[in-house]
């Protein structure tokens, strides 16, 4: 890597020209998307798993259809941008193989349990409301198949938002044992919700390169400020109360959270509280069952290819 092809990229960056996969790149700003996009397309399978356990017991036909949809959505999420990582030279077995032996990383949200009906609801307003603003700014990024798989998975992700929205504020408005439900729901999700836009900047290590290199186009801090302003007076004006005591609007008129457990998000994130286990586990067992599929596939390309050839 020379110092012009670094400030050749750099301009390119700064001109807001978008990279494609055939084009010169540092080999960091690879390794980076690669790490980024990856644990991003893993967040995605995985996320299907704490939702999914609901398919069969949703409370009505419309919620199940609803369900249903959303979960084949990110199915549908993890496909994109798998598709995305690949087109920076990685094998997609290899990042499955590191998903399931626990050396990846996926969101830390996907690790909580899912207790109640109205948790359904929570992840739809809270964590897809975070995903969006973070991803919306990723619409934006630098590297062309990301930021294209990014402006559609958030038409999509809108839709779960909003869909998470509805249900939650009819609960609040509900009867009281709805109440409670969406009380509940929200008492265990606010935290994590909060803490899964990443550690604040200063603990960030990876923040500099993205941002230097046009991937990441607002900090973690500033996501998470905007997830706050859009969702505090939501959430307050369904008539729920927010778990942080030390919640207040500033001067700017910005809401501010207290202060955050990270001890709790990394072992969470480490697999030492949670579900991590138990996750990778149920993803395995998907990954042994689908063995035929990929075994079918592979043997019906093989044949297509053979015949191409004669
Ligand atoms: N869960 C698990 N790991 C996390 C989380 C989280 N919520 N937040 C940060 N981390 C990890 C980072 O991946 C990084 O790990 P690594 O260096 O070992 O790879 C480490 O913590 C330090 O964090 P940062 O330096 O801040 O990492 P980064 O700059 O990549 O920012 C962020 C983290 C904001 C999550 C970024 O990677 C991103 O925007 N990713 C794409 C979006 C995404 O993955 N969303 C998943 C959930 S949304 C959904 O699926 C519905």
């Not at 960056?13 to 996969?21: F, L, N, S």
């Not at 998975?153 to 998470?164: D, P």
């Amino acid at each position: 890597e020379t110092a012009e092809q670094h400030a050749a990229f750099e301009a390119r960056i700064a001109r807001g020209d978008k990279i494609e996969p055939g084009d010169w790149m540092p080999a960091e700003y690879r390794r980076q998307l690669i790490r980024m996009i990856s644990q991003h397309a893993h967040s995605e399978v995985v996320g299907m798993l704490p939702e999914g356990e609901w398919i069969s017991s949703a409370p009505s036909l419309r919620r199940k259809l609803i369900l249903m949809a959303k979960v084949q959505d990110e199915a549908g999420h993890g496909q994109y941008l798998y598709h995305a990582a690949e087109t920076l030279g990685v094998d997609r077995r290899e990042l499955v193989d590191a998903l399931l032996a626990g050396r990846a990383k996926y969101s830390s949200i996907f690790n909580y349990p899912t207790r109640n009906w109205a948790d359904v609801g929570m992840i739809g307003w809270l964590v897809d409301g975070a995903a969006i603003r973070n991803q919306t700014m990723l619409a934006g990024c630098s590297y062309g198949p990301y930021s294209r798989a990014m402006v559609r998975i958030c038409s999509e992700e809108t839709f779960h938002h909003k869909q998470g929205k509805e249900m939650i504020v009819a609960y609040a408005r509900g009867s009281s044992e709805q109440r409670v439900m969406a009380q509940d729901a929200l008492n265990r999700w606010w935290w994590p919700s909060v803490m899964m836009l990443g550690p604040h900047d200063a603990d960030s290590p990876n923040s500099g390169a993205l941002s230097k290199w046009g991937v990441k186009l607002k900090s973690n801090d500033a996501v998470r400020q905007e997830f706050l302003n859009e969702h505090v007076p939501e959430l307050l004006e369904a008539g729920l109360s927010i778990p942080d005591p030390d919640l207040h609007r500033n001067e700017a008129g910005d809401w501010t959270h207290g202060p955050i457990d990270w001890s709790e998000f990394w072992a969470i994130i480490r697999g030492e509280r949670g579900l991590g286990r138990e996750r990778l586990a149920t993803r395995q067992a998907a990954h042994d069952d689908g063995a035929w599929v990929r075994a079918a596939m592979l043997t019906y390309s093989e044949r297509q290819r053979a015949q191409a050839a004669d």
